[in-house]
C-alpha cells in the first residue's frame, strides 16, 4: 500500500512541476498613472476592470515572425513591431504586460477560455473570424506580394500569367481565401486578379517560400506571402524574388475573445480609441518605420 | 555468388562479429556525413541555435516522465480490470482501450486542452451551486499539462494490452497455488502474480516510453510557452525565424535520437535485472571453486520458484 501512494505522489510532484512552469513570468502591477484609461474608467465587473484591477494584460504572440515578432536568444525578450505596438497599448492602458504564445489555429479560432485577454498579432479582421473575435480598427496593412523562383522569366503580368498556375499559401489564411476568391472583410473589397489557381496549402509561409526555392516549377509557379516575410526570406539567400506590384494590401487588427468569460465591450473600445489615437499622434508611423526599413505601413494604400 | 559470399564468411571468420558491425555502422555514417554535406546545411547557425534548442531537452524528459507515470497507473488498472469477473471494471477498461486507441493522440491533446474548459464554463453557468468559479478555472490546463495527460491517457490504453498479456503469461498454476495458501487477492497479484508479469511488460513498456518520448513533439501543436517549451517547439521557433527549418529539424532529430540511445541503454539494464532469474549460468562444479567466491554465486531460479 505504502509503495503505491509513493508512486501516486511522485506522480503529483511530476504533474504539479509542470502546472508550474505554466505561466509567463511578468512583474507585478502597479497603482494605475494618471491620464491612462484605468486611471480614468469607470468599468466594473467586466474584463477591462479585472485587467484595470490585476494591473496586468496577457497578450499573446507568435515569436516566430520577424520583424513583428521574434525571440531574442541573448536577453530572452520579445522583440518587433507588434510587441511595440502591444506594449504602448498597455503603457495607455496604465497596465503592465505579460505573454502567451498559443499556436495560430488556437488563435483565430476563438474561445479562448480567459487564457490571455488580448491578440496583438498581425491578424486579418476576416467576416468569418469576426464571428468568433471582436476587432479594432486596424493598426497597419501588410502588403501581399507574388514571389516567384529567381529562374522564372514567364510571369510578367500577375493579371495574365498566374492563371491557372500551382501558387503555395499558408492554408486557412488571407492569401488561400484570396487565390478561392472569398477573401471577405466587412467595409474592405479585393480584385481577384489571378483566376483558377491550383492552390497548394502549406502549414506556413516559410515552407512554401522553400519548395518554391527548390526550382521554378518544381513543385510551385509561385508563392503568395506578406511583403516582410518574402523579403526576409530574400535576405537570407534564397532564391527567389518579387514580382509586380503587392496583389492586395490586408488590414491587420488586434483582436479580442467574443466569448470570454467577462464582457470585453469596453476593453475593445478602449484599446479601439488608443489605436486610433496612436494612428494620429504619429506613434505607428514612426514604430513601422523603425521595424521596416522606414517605410509607413500604417495608412491604407 | 552464394559461393563466393560463403567463402568470405568463412575466411573472415576470426575477424570478431562486433568489428564486424562496426565496420557496418562506420560506412553507414560515412555516407549520411556525406548527405549532410551535400545537403549544404548552414552548420554555423546550427552550432549557433544548438544551446537554445537543446535547452528544450528538459520538458521533453518533463513530459515524457510525466506521461508514462500516468500511463503505467492507468496500464496497470485497465489490465487488472481487463481480466477481473467484474462487469463494470470490465466494460470501463474496454471502453477506455476502444475510445483511446482509436482516435488519433493530437486530437485528444486538442479534447482535453480546448473541450474542457468549455464544459467547466458551461456547467458553472448552468449550475452554479454545484460548479463554483473554482472548479471552471482548473479546467483551463496548462498546454504541457494537457499534452502530459493525453500522452498518459493514450499510451495508457496501448499498454493495458501490454500488462494484461503480462500478467496472462504467468502460468496459471502460479496464481493458484497463491491461493491454496490462503493468499488474498491483493496479496496474490503483489507477491506472485506481478513480480513475474513486470518481466515480460518491461521491454515493451521500454519500447512505448522512447515512442513517447518523440511525440512529446506534439504538444507544441497546443503553443507551449516559450520559456518552457520542448525540443520541438523551440526548433519550429528558431528555424522559421530565420528560414532555417531543416537545419533547425536536423538538430531536433539528433537531439530525440541521442536522447533514444541513452534510454535505450537504460532499457537493457533494467531488462537484465528483472530477467536475472531466468539467465542459465554454466554449472559450477564446486570443487573448482575458491571458497570465498562461492557465497558470491547468485541465487538460482529466484523469480521462477513460486
Known amino acids: 500500500m505504502r509503495k503505491s501512494s509513493a508512486v501516486l505522489s511522485a506522480l503529483a510532484v511530476i504533474v504539479l512541476g509542470i502546472a508550474g512552469c505554466g505561466s509567463d513570468d511578468s512583474s507585478s502591477g502597479g497603482q494605475a498613472a494618471s491620464g491612462t484609461v484605468c486611471a480614468d474608467t469607470n468599468a466594473s465587473g467586466d474584463l477591462l476592470a479585472d485587467i484595470c484591477d490585476a494591473g496586468e494584460i496577457r497578450v499573446s504572440t507568435d515569436p516566430a515572425y520577424p520583424p513583428q515578432s521574434s525571440l531574442n536568444k541573448d536577453t530572452g525578450d520579445y522583440e518587433g513591431f507588434d510587441i511595440d505596438v502591444a506594449t504602448e497599448i498597455a503603457d495607455r492602458l496604465g497596465v503592465d504586460i505579460s505573454w502567451e504564445t498559443p499556436s495560430w489555429d488556437v488563435l483565430t479560432a476563438g474561445s479562448w477560455n480567459g487564457r490571455w485577454d488580448m491578440s496583438v498579432g498581425s491578424m486579418t479582421p476576416t467576416n468569418d473570424r469576426q464571428k468568433v473575435l471582436d476587432f479594432t480598427q486596424p493598426y497597419y496593412y501588410t502588403p501581399a506580394v507574388v514571389v516567384v523562383n529567381e529562374a522564372n522569366t514567364s510571369v510578367q503580368d500577375l493579371t495574365t500569367d498566374l492563371d491557372g498556375a500551382s501558387i503555395g499559401v499558408c ?4 492569401y488561400e481565401q484570396f487565390l478561392n476568391k472569398d477573401l471577405d472583410i466587412k467595409g474592405y473589397s479585393f480584385d481577384y486578379v489571378i483566376d483558377d489557381a491550383d492552390v497548394h496549402g502549406y502549414d506556413t509561409d516559410t515552407t512554401a517560400l522553400q519548395d518554391l526555392a527548390l526550382g521554378d516549377g518544381t513543385r510551385l509557379d509561385a508563392v503568395i506571402t506578406s511583403l516582410t516575410t518574402a523579403q526576409g526570406f530574400i535576405d537570407s539567400g534564397k532564391p527567389v524574388k518579387i514580382v509586380g506590384d503587392p496583389v492586395f494590401y490586408e488590414p491587420l ?49 | 555468388m552464394g559461393d563466393r559470399l560463403e567463402r568470405l564468411a568463412v575466411s573472415s571468420a ?31 547557425w546550427m552550432l549557433d541555435n544548438f544551446t537554445f534548442i537543446a535547452k528544450g531537452l528538459q520538458y521533453t524528459i518533463y513530459i515524457a516522465l510525466g506521461g508514462i507515470a500516468i500511463a503505467i497507473v492507468l496500464a496497470l488498472l485497465g489490465a487488472l480490470a481487463r481480466i477481473s469477473s467484474n462487469p463494470i471494471a470490465f466494460g470501463i477498461s474496454g471502453f477506455y482501450i476502444s475510445f483511446f486507441r482509436g482516435t488519433p493522440l493530437i486530437v485528444q491533446m486538442f479534447l482535453i486542452y480546448l473541450a474542457l474548459p468549455q464544459i467547466g464554463t458551461n456547467l458553472h453557468v448552468q449550475y452554479p451551486e454545484l460548479f463554483s468559479r473554482q472548479f471552471e478555472d482548473s479546467l483551463v490546463l496548462d498546454p504541457a499539462v494537457a499534452g502530459t495527460l493525453a500522452l498518459g491517457l493514450n499510451y495508457g490504453a496501448y499498454m493495458t494490452e501490454i500488462f494484461r498479456a503480462g500478467i496472462q503469461s504467468v502460468a496459471a498454476g502460479q496464481g493458484e497455488a497463491a491461493d491454496a495458501l490462503g493468499m488474498t487477492y491483493r496479496q496474490k497479484m503483489r507477491r506472485v502474480v506481478l513480480p513475474q508479469a513486470f518481466r515480460v511488460i518491461i521491454p515493451p513498456t521500454g519500447n512505448e516510453f522512447i515512442a513517447m518520448m518523440k511525440d512529446t513533439a506534439l504538444v ?11 525540443v520541438f517547439r523551440r526548433a519550429g521557433l528558431v528555424g522559421k525565424a530565420d528560414f532555417k527549418n531543416l537545419e533547425a529539424l536536423v538538430l531536433a532529430a539528433a537531439l530525440y535520437w541521442g536522447l533514444t540511445i541513452i534510454f535505450t541503454f537504460f532499457q537493457r539494464r533494467l531488462e537484465t535485472r528483472v530477467s536475472r532469474g531466468y539467465v542459465r549460468t554454466e554449472p559450477l562444479r564446486t570443487a573448482e571453486l575458491p571458497s570465498e567466491e562461492l557465497s558470491d554465486l547468485p541465487p538460482h531460479g529466484k523469480g521462477g520458484g513460486g
Open chain 2, 14 to 44: 576470426r575477424i570478431p562479429f562486433r568489428l564486424k558491425v562496426a565496420l557496418v555502422w562506420v560506412v553507414i555514417f560515412a555516407f549520411l556525413g556525406f548527405f549532410f554535406w551535400v545537403a549544404k546545411f548552414d552548420t554555423d
Open chain 1, 253 to 301: 487588427s488586434a483582436a479580442f475573445d467574443k466569448s470570454s468569460p467577462m464582457d470585453d465591450t469596453s476593453l475593445v473600445d478602449a484599446v479601439d480609441g488608443i489605436v486610433g489615437d496612436m494612428h494620429q499622434d504619429g506613434t505607428l508611423t514612426e514604430l513601422s518605420k523603425k521595424w521596416y526599413d522606414g517605410t509607413d505601413l500604417t495608412v491604407q494604400q
Open chain 1, 171 to 174: 492554408s486557412a489564411c488571407t
Open chain 2, 220 to 230: 507544441s501543436f497546443l503553443g507551449v510557452s516559450i520559456q518552457h517549451a520542448e
